[in-house]
């Protein structure tokens, strides 16, 4: 059996351009194959990937290191833009923090859209590319909450929330407000939720109220109005980046859940069309947070095809 070599490293790392201080962890072997861990947000951390999963993986072969943004969780900075070209520079920084020639970039929701454009600027850097629930085109996941959240209110003969939902529509769809009130039905009708998760998830759930580590993470609140401020591009589809990186030979994964009130089946049938049906995972009873949702098929799914593209 082998024996792996446990590293638990947390550097404090001064990010370029910025006296910010960007926390980062790392877990296994640095002689493995490196994943570095993109979370979700704005707004959000890498506490609970690290805090349920990252040893985990880890322990199957490879060399895990999650960080927190400029500006989110553990890298709290008030002076953070939180655009996308401040996350593409502070993810070099982790590549050269760490010495990494090469790695798989394993982004979650929000953070497929910074992995997507970090992997189009520095192809030469990116092992793989793997989705995790990760937000493609924005705007289609914003009309599947629209449609999924006017059926639910059909059937419960809505009239006011129905009315919200033309209102909506008739909104800018670049605007703060506009993703502001779609991600609030979202929330309200349990998209990023399972109803009855399964034993092992449950369990994994039932830790968020006694590990350290999820009970010390602040939100920042701030978090996107900030980004909407500083940053132009609100709402964008990163197509032609997983296009290119295919045609640089860069493969590229997905994992989605049929529960995840975000993506609709058609999205997914369409991530097939783009990627080829052996590289995207669509699992039932598995809703946002697909790597606590259906863990042990999250894991199996990374290591099957990663060690298969050594």
Known sequence: MKVFLLILLVYIIPSTGSSQNLYSRSY???????????????????VFFEATTAQLLADRGFYVIVYDRRGDGRSANENAKMDFNEAIVDLKVIYDRY???KASL??????????????QKH???????????????QQ???????????????????????????????????????RTLVFKHASANGFFNLTAPNNRAKAIYDTYKTNTLIALYVKNE???????KH?????????????YLRKRHIPIYALYGRQDGLYSPAQIS?????????????????????????????????????????
């Not at 059909?154 to 129905?162: G, I």
């Open 28 to 46: 296994g072997d640095t002689k493995d194959n490196p994943i570095i861990f993109l979370h979700g947000g704005p707004g959000s951390t890498s």
């Open 106 to 119: 394993l982004a979650f929701s929000f953070g497929g859209l910074i992995a997507a454009q970090f992997a």
């Open 140 to 178: 289609k996941s914003y009309n599947t909450i629209l449609q999924s959240s006017k059926a639910i209110y059909e059937r419960t003969n809505d009239s006011l929330k129905l009315k919200e939902l033309k209102s909506i529509a008739q909104m800018d769809t670049n605007s703060f407000e506009y």
């Open 123 to 137: 192809s030469d850097l990116v092992q793989s590319l793997i989705l995790c629930s990760s937000l493609v085109s």
């Open 231 to 243: 940053e132009s591009s609100h709402n964008i589809d990163i197509t032609p980046q997983l296009r």
């Open 222 to 228: 701030r978090a996107v109005s900030t980004f909407w």
């Open 270 to 310: 369409d991530l097939k069309g783009l990627l080829g049906g052996n590289h995207v995972k669509y699992f039932d009873n598995c809703s946002h947070t697909l790597f606590i949702d259906q863990q042990q098929m999250f894991l199996s799914a990374i290591s099957i095809w990663l060690n298969k593209a050594k």
């Open 99 to 101: 010495n990494l020639e």
